[in-house]
């Protein structure tokens, strides 16, 4: 009976084509909202993710704000911090933006970065070309530079720069080393950039402490106890003053991104759903429309021994094949926007089961929601009333 039932309702469905078709279409464009933009949200989230593994585990992040008694760290605090028997290295961290001249060629608003040898032990695919910088560069005194591919075009076009001299912020410096330019899901680096010694990238700030480094450490297992001995150290340096630093490990940042991405997933997943309950206004409609039109043909099954429980049957049962129908176009919508979306935004493009399962279980349970009034509506008209109407 129940094969007979479900080919009525699509025999139904096809002779009433464009109707079908109106009525599907509140369902395919929720559908194709849930999931395009589930996946939009969790491709995107999971290229920020990525780039964040891409740096490494097994790293913390320390800002010094300091104290109105001291700003930042001193050379001493950053001894103490490389004591700790879970700390590989200890690697001061400085940006500015400054220029570049070389000759008659000036680039504004570069970015140089001030890093020490221990950031190049456990970065060694930064340099590209040349060398990388050395602890003996790191007296203050010895004015060398590695700069992007970038800079590289722009100052020196045609020559190769290494064991060139550059002015940075007005000082000469030797290049010793190039660089990939910079190039990611945040910005697309257009200017150029330089990395310097720490003690120079100091100076050229005006800056006489370090308020930014970071600690690396041999096994990624360990940071949370190291984040606990680093902490320790840090509040004897400012006195135990409040507010003085902050510490970040990547395994709380990207615990913060996943969280992020689950509330994302959730709120457009409850807002796109919004549409689809105009869907199922519509198809409700639309089912209402059907009984009152097959009043004759309902009346005549019942007189010919159809029960209330089977006309309520097919008419829910088309109910939820329309919505059904709507979902699936809606799914493969949702798929193919994302794809352009990820193109476009040059995202990583992801696939979410999660997305294409949460919208065809709505458009299913909404078929059943609001199929089932017209259904009902239909088992409880009577036999000879509903024949009368022919």
Known sequence: MFKETLFMALDNIRENKMRSFLTMLGIMIGVTSISALIMIVQGATSSVIDQFNEMGAGRVTVQAYGTPLKRGLNEYDLENIAEISYVSGVSPTLSLTTNAARKTNVMEDITVEGNNEV???????TVIQGRSLSTYDMTGYNNVC????????KLFWGENPLDKQL?????????????????????????????IPYRNALNMAGEASIRSL?????????????????????????NYASNSF????????????ENVQRMLTAMLGGIASISLLVGGVGIMNMMLVSVSERTAEIGLRKSLGATPGQIQQQFIIEAVLLSMLGGLVGVLL??????VAALAMELAFRISTFAMGLGLGFSAAVGIIFGW?????????KPIEALRTE
């Open 119 to 125: 950031y190049f032990t456990h970065h060694p695919d």
């Open 146 to 153: 590695i700069i992007d591919e970038n800079i590289a075009n």
């Open 167 to 195: 002015y940075i912020n007005g000082e000469s410096y030797l290049v010793v080393g190039v660089m990939e330019a910079q190039r990611s899901f945040f910005s697309q680096n257009i200017t150029g950039r330089a990395k």
């Open 214 to 238: 970071e600690i690396y450490l041999y096994n990624a297992e360990d940071t949370k106890a190291a984040t606990a001995e680093i902490e320790n150290k840090l509040n004897a340096a400012f």
């Open 246 to 257: 902050n510490i970040l490990n990547l395994e709380n940042l990207l615990e913060n991104l």
């Open 334 to 339: 949702g798929l193919l926007v994302s794809y």
């Open 373 to 381: 009034m017209p259904a009902r509506k239909a088992s409880a008209l």
